[in-house]
T-cell receptor
Framework: QKEVEQNSGPLSVPEGAIASLNCTYS??????FFWYRQYSGKSPELIMF????GDKEDGRFTAQLNKASQYVSLLIRDSQPSDSATYLC??????????????FGTGTRLLVSP | DAGVIQSPRHEVTEMGQEVTLRCKPI?????LFWYRQTMMRGLELLIY????????DSGMPEDRFSAKMPNASFSTLKIQPSEPRDSAVYFC???????????????FGSGTQLSVL
């Protein structure tokens, strides 16, 4: 089982719609969860992080975390063509060993059509 | 700040040759990470350093790969000898901290596109 799993997509949504991106992780001890956005040919950039169960909102982005289900999601409201990118879910693992590291999923490609 | 600086941006080499990738982290960041990205496997952590000391190199694929951080402002990732399956984008990233209560935001360099023929 992969440590962090995402559907590769592409996820296609029309402009103005809500895009929902999902991620599951295997390490029950994981404490920190991140969403990175990566445009084609560019490096990843952090857009959201969440530590506690529930929702965290930042502008058009909402991160949702459910530790019991080992599930984290990212909602993008009022999607824009400029949101078209690959979204990488990242989770810290190894908390119990004292050597934490950030493990990335393979990403979900989002396409927002005008 | 100029951000994380990687060189070269592109490297094309022949199988069997030595390849050296370079990275300058953001000043003041005490963690440095080397990642490799491929379509099939995504972003894989190869090795990371804390205060110039290698902490976890379990992601280094094999003995052909080695990484050093001689000082706080410079790191290298070396592949010797290189093989076609090493072709990927190699990212260097730095951060202020890797603990739960500290800022874990990774700042990535622009990456090195490596092609081994």
């Amino acid at each position: 089982q992969k440590e962090v799993e995402q559907n590769s997509g592409p996820l296609s949504v029309p402009e103005g719609a809500i895009a929902s991106l999902n991620c599951t992780y295997s390490d029950r001890g994981s404490q920190s969860f991140f969403w990175y956005r990566q445009y084609s040919g560019k490096s990843p950039e952090l857009i959201m992080f969440i530590y506690s169960n529930g929702d965290k909102e930042d502008g058009r982005f909402t991160a949702q975390l459910n530790k019991a289900s080992q599930y984290v999601s990212l909602l993008i409201r009022d999607s824009q063509p400029s949101d078209s990118a690959t979204y990488l879910c990242a989770v810290t693992t190894g908390v119990d060993t004292g050597f934490q590291k950030l493990v990335f999923g393979t990403g979900t490609r989002l396409l927002v059509s005008p | 700040d100029a951000g994380v600086i990687q060189s070269p941006r592109h490297e094309v080499t022949e199988m069997g040759q030595e390849v050296t990738l370079r990275c300058k982290p953001i000043s003041g960041h005490d963690y440095l990470f080397w990642y490799r990205q491929t379509m099939m496997r995504g972003l894989e952590l190869l090795i990371y350093f804390n205060n110039n000391v290698p902490i976890d190199d379990s992601g280094m694929p094999e003995d052909r790969f080695s990484a050093k951080m001689p000082n706080a402002s410079f790191s290298t990732l070396k592949i010797q000898p290189s093989e076609p399956r090493d072709s990927a984008v190699y990212f260097c990233a730095s951060s202020l901290g890797a603990g739960v209560v500290t800022n874990e935001k990774l700042f990535f360099g622009s990456g090195t596109q490596l092609s081994v023929l």
